[in-house]
Each structure stands twice: as C-alpha cells, then as structure tokens.
C-alpha cells in the first residue's frame, strides 16, 4: 500500500505544470519571478505576472503569491535553494487573481496574509476565479481561495528583522480600487503592482485614468531606484516614464475628440496610439482603454456642466 502511494504520487508530480521558474536578483535582498508578457492561457499556465521575495535575516517576504498553488510551491522550492527560510508575510497588492491564487500554499506554510479591503470584500470562496476558467481543473490543481490575516486599511508598516515594510494605497481608485504600493526604503525599492505596467498594455476595466494618473505623481514622489511592477521586467527609476505617456496621451486625444463631437462609436477610430503597437497585447487592448477612459472622462464633463 505504502508503495502504492508513493508511485500515485510521482506519477501526479509526474503530470504537474512545470513553470520553470527562476529567480532573478533584482537588488541584495529582492528576487523576482518575472512572468511573460503575453495573455493567460493554459500553455503557460497563468505565468503571467511577477511575484517577489524579499530576503530578511531570519525569513522571506513575498509580494503577489501568483496564479496557481502549484507555482507558488515550485517559487517556494527555488527559493529555498537560495536561504532554507520561512516565509512570514505575504503581501497581495490588489484583488485581481493572477496576484493571489498562491495564497493558500503560503498559508499552509504559517505565513500571514495581508492585503487590501478589496480583497476582503471581493475574494470568497463561492467565486468563479478567472484562473480556473481559463486554466481548467487540472492546472488549477490544489489551488484554494482563502482569507486575508491583516487588511490594510490606508497604510500599515512591518518591521521584520530590523527591516521596515511601508504598505499603503496611494489612490482610492486606480488600477483597481484596492491597489496597495510596498515600500522597503533600506534599499529605496517600491513595489507597485499593477499601478505600472512596462513592456504590454493594460485595461481600466476596474479602475480609473485619471486616478491612474494620480498614483503614478504618488509612485513618482518615492524617489524609488528600483519599482517592480505587477507586470513588465523594467525595474529602474524610469519604469513609470512609458506607462505615463501611453495614459496622458489617451486622456489628452479623448478629451480633444469629446470636444470635437466625436462619438464613442468612433472614437477607436480616431485614437488609435501607434506609438505604442510595440507593446504586447496592444491589439487585444488599446480599444478597450480607449473606451473606458471615454466613458470615465464624458462623464467627469457630464459632472462638470451639472454644477
């Protein structure tokens, strides 16, 4: 019987997503695991976004826990090679479950949770994730929702070894309207989530221009030397410079196209940011953007004219 086991389990291991995860020095104490920039699909399994360690003395501090329990398990594992340690905190920095999903592997390691009200609010155990979904059962695997320890209601700072974590939400709506920002100032490193993406093109399906707009003066305002994005592997003190150009650029176009009378139903047509088709997932997205921030900005007009 015993054997039998034993053979179940290599065989399930056996079967299990590899997502050949490696992790990259970022500064002395910062490994991250970047993901591709292209949509989520089962052929990668939802490696799509970055998930990081910070290096304390004594333990690690994860920031985004990733897509499924299996890649939290296999960042876990590489982890280890580096510094056999515990992870004490793992810090989610907003509700959307390509960040989230390896919550519960973490968990089962005694770590504690920490994350938005947005979180609280919006991530139970009756939902539909969009990782099982699109992934199906068997990638999903043992993947688990589970709850936050500690929610963040503005801002909530960590001391871990010696080291100070400074965790708070910039901007009552932005990307989502629970984006948290992480702070490490002992080497002046800032992570953002997906308040910044670099190297692909986002959507405001959940969130806000202009208040994207807002975090961004926020994010700026750190002086950060290194910012480590949701999404995207740029890490330097210029990685908002792009992200800003693509938001101002649409606001600027829509509201110019808003006062010339032209309509939402072609409004796609007449901004259309080429500049920015180097960027992946622009055909996927950029109308989508364009549409939202239409909405966001006619309204604001609306709001305007009514006082």
Known sequence: MKYFIIVLLSYSSAFAFDYHLEPKKVTQSIYCFF??????????????????????????????????????????DAMQKIAKLPVTYVINTHDHDDHWLGNSFYKSKGAVLIGSQTYKENVTSEMETRMLRILGEKLFGQTKIVKLDKVV??????????????ISQPISMAHTQGDLVVYF???????????????????????????????LDVIDGYHAKTIITGHGHQTDENTTHEFRDYLTQIKEQVLEAQDNDVGMEQITQKVKMPNFKKLKLY??????????????LEMMEDEEDDE
């Open 153 to 166: 209601e503005e801002k909530l700072t960590l001391t871990v070894d010696g080291e100070k974590f400074e």
């Open 283 to 296: 055909d996927e997205l950029y109308k989508r953007t364009v549409l939202d921030a239409y909405k966001e």
């Open 35 to 76: 993901g591709g920039l292209e949509k989520i699909a089962k052929e990668n399994g939802g490696n799509v976004v970055n998930s990081c360690y910070v290096k304390t003395k004594k333990s690690f501090i994860v920031i985004d826990s990733g897509p499924t329990s299996a890649y939290a398990k296999q960042a876990y």
């Open 185 to 215: 100032p002992s080497q002046k490193a800032l992570f953002v989530g997906d308040l910044v993406f670099n190297g692909r093109l986002t959507s405001l399906r959940d969130g806000s221009i202009l208040g994207s707009l807002e975090a």
